[in-house]
């Protein structure tokens, strides 16, 4: 099946710096990226959606200006977490999929741990 | 209340057993589909479904379209097993999806 990856796997920071984390699809063309966080012993929360060569959509409470997402090709996007607070530890995750298609693939996730 | 239902929550079964995990959702789908995640976090589709049943080694998924509901069984249930299985949905084909709580899944030797 499609492969999606993530990088890095974890990282750790110190608060008020800013951390980007990558989601490739490997072998298709992913028009549509998501972007999910989740909470120990939670479900996935969807923060945005991305379609290449636009802007990205944002959830109700989530911030445009805080979590900053690129989908400038068809096989990468990119969320930067800016000035990174405890608070914003977390496990992010991303799926893809191509134009049309149901099937969502989704990457590793990349553990977050802000100090 | 949530759009995506699963029950029971947490499941502890003895290796070899026959497990369902059910999925209720509360409006039409374009599609259901059933996830896995073991402890280190990764998410593994499992199965796509809009009707009827799929079956990949001993893990079946079944849909029922008019009740808007789902399951997913596994037989002969073994350790390696165990993860939080999740049931997610599409309510338009290719958009974003709503998930289910998750099922904590321990199958004990």
């Known amino acids: 099946g499609a492969v999606v990856s993530q990088h890095p796997s974890r990282v750790i920071c110190k608060s008020g710096t800013s951390v980007k984390i990558e989601c490739r699809s490997l072998?298709?063309?992913?028009?549509?990226m998501f972007w999910y966080r989740q909470f120990p012993k939670q479900s996935l929360m969807l923060m945005a959606t991305?379609?290449?060569?636009?802007?990205?959509?944002?959830e109700q409470g989530v911030e445009k200006d805080k979590f900053l997402i690129n989908h400038a090709s068809l096989t990468l996007s990119t969320l930067t977490v800016t000035s990174a607070h405890p608070e914003d530890s977390s496990f992010y995750i991303c799926?893809?999929?191509?134009?049309?298609?149901?099937?969502?693939?989704f990457g590793p996730g990349t553990r977050l741990l802000v100090l | 209340k949530n759009e995506v239902e699963q029950s029971p929550q947490n499941l502890t079964a003895q290796e070899g057993e026959f497990i369902t995990i059910n999925c209720s959702y509360s409006?039409?789908?374009?599609?259901l589909h059933w996830l896995q995640q073991h402890p280190g976090g990764g998410i593994v589709s499992l199965f796509m479904?809009?009707?009827g049943k799929k079956k990949h080694g001993r893990l079946i998924a079944t849909i029922n379209i008019q009740e808007k509901h789902s399951s997913l069984h596994i037989t002969a249930s073994h350790p390696r097993d165990s993860a939080v299985y999740i049931c997610?949905?599409?309510?338009?084909?290719?958009?974003?999806?709503?998930f289910g709580e998750g099922t904590q899944l321990t199958v004990n030797p």
């Open positions: 799926s893809a999929n191509s134009m049309g298609q149901e099937t969502q693939y």
């Open positions: 072998d298709f063309q992913a028009t549509t």
């Open positions: 991305s379609n290449e060569g636009s802007k990205a959509t944002y």
């Open positions: 409006v039409g789908i374009s599609a």
């Open positions: 479904l809009s009707s």
């Open positions: 997610a949905v599409g309510f338009t084909s290719g958009s974003r999806l709503t």
